[in-house]
């Protein structure tokens, strides 16, 4: 920790030096903030799934295209990681129907590198079996969440019954 604040102290005054040992060659640089934002992001669902293997399960709910839900889905990530310390099985659930490719990966590459890629599943409720989402009883939820969207409710109208599972 001590060498830690040290190297933050110098740190700006040897940037291109720290930069070329890092990268191996001397980039341009320009000095930004280290401050990251620590505000709160409540996410729509977040439930830990409990069994052979414990993990978190994170649902985001979409009802028009968003092209920034890749940047969005990551950020989430990493703060749920950081708080829970357990894996995370990522899912945007689009309700309703775009005709504009849905991205499901976020990707960063640096000087011809790749530096990081971040999935997530994606449902698009559309698609789904109408069967399957009658027999769960989840149409009118989604039905309702649908309808509310942008309005700040979150009243579910009717029962939600998951046959026993979380």
């Given at each position: 920790m001590q060498y830690d604040s040290a190297i933050k102290c110098i740190s700006p005054e040897l940037s291109a030096d720290i930069a070329t040992l890092v990268l191996g060659s001397k980039p341009d640089l320009k000095q930004i903030?280290?401050?990251?934002?620590?505000?709160?992001?409540?996410?729509?669902?977040?439930?830990?799934?409990?069994?052979?293997e414990e993990s978190i399960?994170?649902?985001?709910?979409?009802t028009r295209y968003d092209p920034d839900m890749p940047v969005r889905m990551l950020a989430?990530?990493?703060?749920?990681?950081?708080?829970?310390?357990?894996?995370v099985y990522p899912v945007v659930v689009y309700l309703t129907q775009t005709d504009r490719?849905?991205?499901?990966?976020?990707?960063?590459?640096?000087?011809?590198?790749?530096?990081?890629t971040f999935n997530y599943d994606v449902v698009k409720?559309?698609?789904l079996k109408s069967k399957m989402v009658f027999e769960e009883e989840l149409a009118l939820a989604l039905r309702a969440h649908t309808a509310d969207a942008g309005r700040g409710s979150c009243r579910v109208q009717?029962?939600?019954d998951l046959g026993g599972r979380a």
């Open positions: 903030s280290e401050s990251l934002p620590s505000g709160e992001r409540i996410v729509d669902f977040l439930a830990e799934m409990t069994g052979d399960l994170h649902i985001e709910f979409q989430y990530h990493a703060r749920i990681v950081e708080l829970y310390g357990l894996p490719p849905i991205e499901t990966t976020y990707s960063s590459h640096v000087g011809g590198k790749h530096i990081f409720v559309w698609e009717g029962k939600v």
